[in-house]
């Protein structure tokens, strides 16, 4: 089953939109915090940014074979 157009398209968008809200984050992190609060959103945000590249290759893929049609 072939994904359509506008749910690779969304794909796309979330994907490009979580990597830049989690790097954003990781830029607005406060000073002053223990070692473990860094840990924990360093981890955070890297699986998240790995999440939104899956999602925005997947919706990428879906989008080019939907042209394709």
Not at 10 to 23: C, Q
Request: positive net charge; aromatic residues 14%; glycine residues 14%.
């Amino acid at each position: 089953m072939a994904m359509s157009r506008k749910i690779a398209g969304f794909l796309i968008v979330l994907g490009v939109f979580m990597i830049f809200e989690w790097i954003n984050l990781g830029f607005n992190l406060d000073d002053g915090h223990e070692t473990g609060f860094y840990v924990v959103h360093g981890i955070l945000i890297a699986v998240n940014v790995v999440l939104g590249v899956v999602l925005a290759v997947i919706g990428w893929k879906g989008f080019r074979r939907a042209r394709g049609e």
